[in-house]
């Protein structure tokens, strides 16, 4: 077979059938007998009984291998770049992917941008491959189930030119659960394509705490059932690709002040509180046939008053999830190296006890090594049986047979072009933005600005880091997309805290402008943006604002005359703000979450639903 991992940019020949089934024969012997394992979307589910055989074929330390998700460094599975080979050795304890792969025998690896694993569509089907040969050139080699976090808008691993779509919280305002399916499977084809077959997506946290630091506009709303209606839609979209999405965080992580990659949060809902707010979202993605539910690193007391978080929680992972809601997909905990579930044990405890609560997939340990081992020796030492171990081996092989990966674990570069980022793609992504652009405030008609009233545009604002793989910075790509529809628009960064002189320079630019669009960015009631917000008001002229992440900043500027909620900072949002400003489209988003005043958070500004028209 010819090596297709080390990201050269020349095509790579797809490998035919006969051929993937020769690199597969130590797997498919044992399912021969009988027929193949279904492909995904086939007509009928994985013979238990030739999986079974598989599982008993293979060593304890491969079982254990096949528990863990894992994050290597690097372009390719065999030649990535020197920096990448050093992050490998000092963080794994291998050079790459394939070392990886035959040291630990990884069932699962997870691509990041920041690990270089995703530097443009080819490339990333090239390591695709890469990887799977790698793990089915080994003795009993199986092949990998690889996922990746593709939430769209704030969180998002694979960038331009693939498909980037408006984030949770946009497609909430935008209520349609024909775009979210839409969303789900464009996304899902464009991830199966570069070989990712697990999505980390979607979100099923019902965002009741505007505090909350770490779901925020990563959720669809506040309301329960428009969530879990969103949420479901969602799931089919991408269950239909040919790629297993995964509902996350259960519990529910949505009414927290605290964000778990850095601490240990409480979740303080009761038992009925967590049936009526947190639950519905998770039983309509298990009613939608949900293939993996990721766990959260919370505490719910009223769910188990154990102090142990989620992830490691026997009452709510086996209790609730599998016995009381009746799901028997895959559980993934959310990142091992979060501090949220490190708090408690060690890094060697965690695993073990995630197993014993009910997980089948650990997720990117901060060291494999550790991680590995402790599983290991608690099989060896009685603490764990080799048939729980099995239960979980069962059921991850039970979904990379549904997804295919038995009989065509391979991409080819033809597929990369015919599906990531095609013009019918980028086309959708961009109408189903435009649905999602929520109008808060219109004084005196403001909006729609006219070419020929205000032809000369200032946009001023935040420009927090672009998500991955976006062209960023906001108030540039606002700009732009502004002077493309017929205004004459300048940039100018003026961040999140901007300086006394940053103001300065703001207004006097202001004061040459006929309208000004400033970008909002999680202001608070301490927020500097306030004061540049507050003396561009001071010049007279009009100021447009746009909330360009969290809707709630409307609260803390009463004076604003216009203002928008987009909900992200992606440039598929941001482009549609810019044809909401211009009027080429009218704004039809709908608050998802209430918005409170600032001085008194018990009254509601804004209710669900809010949302003006131009006409």
Avoid at 25 to 37: E, R
Avoid at 42 to 64: C, F, H, I, N, Q
Avoid at 168 to 180: I, Q, T
Avoid at 509 to 522: H, I, P
Wanted: without cysteine.
């Amino acid at each position: 077979m010819p090596d297709s991992s080390t990201g050269s940019t020349g095509n790579t020949a797809r490998p035919s059938r006969r051929t993937v089934l020769a690199a597969t024969a130590g797997v498919t012997t044992a399912l021969a007998a009988g027929g193949t394992v279904q492909a995904a979307a086939g007509p009928s589910a994985p013979d238990d009984r030739k999986l079974r055989a598989l599982v008993s074929r293979m060593t304890l330390e491969e079982k254990v291998g096949q528990l863990f998700v894992m994050r290597v460094y690097g372009h390719s599975a065999t030649e990535p770049d020197q920096a990448d080979i050093d992050a490998n050795l000092r963080e794994i304890g291998v050079r790459t992917a394939a070392e990886l792969l035959a040291k630990y025998r990884v069932g699962g690896i997870i691509y990041f941008a920041w690990a270089h694993n995703t530097r443009e569509p080819h490339q990333i089907a090239d390591l695709s491959n890469g990887i799977q040969e790698a793990s089915l050139g080994l003795p009993r080699g199986l092949p990998v189930l690889i996922s990746t976090d593709q939430e769209h808008g704030i969180v998002a691993r694979v960038g331009e030119p693939a498909t980037l779509f408006p984030g949770a919280m946009a497609v909430g305002a935008g209520g349609s659960r024909s775009d979210a399916r839409t969303l789900g499977r464009i996304a899902g084809r464009e991830l199966r394509a570069l070989g990712i077959r697990q999505d980390y997506a979607p979100v099923a946290d019902v965002n009741v705490n505007p505090a909350n630091p770490v779901i925020g506009v990563r959720s669809f709303g506040s309301e329960p059932d428009a969530v879990a209606e969103l949420v479901a839609a969602e799931v089919a979209g991408y269950q239909h690709s040919g790629v297993a999405a995964t509902a996350k965080h259960f519990p529910g992580h949505g009414d927290t002040v605290d964000d778990s990659h850095a601490k240990l949060p409480y979740i303080h809902h009761t038992r009925e509180q967590w049936e009526r707010l947190d639950a519905p979202p998770f039983e309509a993605a298990i009613a939608a046939g949900i293939d993996s539910i990721m766990t959260a690193h919370i505490v719910v007391p009223a769910l188990d008053d154990s102090g142990d978080p989620a992830t490691l929680s026997r009452p709510i992972l086996t209790g609730i999830l599998r016995e009381e809601l009746g799901y028997d997909g895959v559980v993934v905990t959310d990142s091992l190296g979060m501090e949220g579930v490190r708090t408690k044990y060690g890094d060697d405890r965690v695993p073990v006890l995630a197993l014993k609560a009910g997980v089948d997939q650990l997720l990117n340990p901060p060291s494999l090594d550790v991680a590995w081992n402790a599983v290991l020796r608690a099989v060896r030492d009685g603490e764990l049986t080799e048939s729980r171990l099995d239960e979980s081996i069962l059921r991850i092989l039970r979904l990379k047979a549904k997804l295919g990966l038995f009989t065509d674990p391979y991409v080819s570069r033809a597929g990369v072009d015919r599906a990531v980022g095609t013009r019918a793609h980028l086309a959708a992504a961009d109408r189903i933005a435009e649905r999602t652009t929520t109008l808060l405030v219109n004084e005196r008609n403001l909006l729609p600005l006219s070419r020929r009233r205000q032809p000369k545009l200032l946009v001023v604002g935040a420009d927090p880091a672009s998500p991955s793989g976006t062209t960023g910075p906001p108030t540039r790509v606002l700009a732009g997309a502004l002077t493309e529809l017929g205004f004459t628009a300048t940039a100018l960064s003026t961040g999140t805290a901007p300086s006394a002189a940053t103001v300065a320079e703001a207004v006097a630019a202001a004061r040459d402008a006929d309208a000004v669009v400033v970008g909002t960015y999680n202001v608070t009631a301490s927020s500097r943006q306030k004061t540049l917000v507050e003396q561009l008001l001071a010049t007279g002229t009009p100021v447009v604002a746009v909330a360009i992440r969290n809707p709630y900043d409307v609260a803390h500027l009463p004076g604003v005359p216009a203002y928008l909620a987009a909900y992200s900072w992606t440039d598929v949002e941001l482009r549609a703000a810019a044809r909401v400003i211009a009027g080429r489209v009218e704004p039809r988003g709908t608050l998802p979450v209430p918005v409170q005043r600032a001085d008194d958070p018990a009254t509601v500004l804004y209710p669900v639903g809010h949302g003006l028209r131009y006409r």
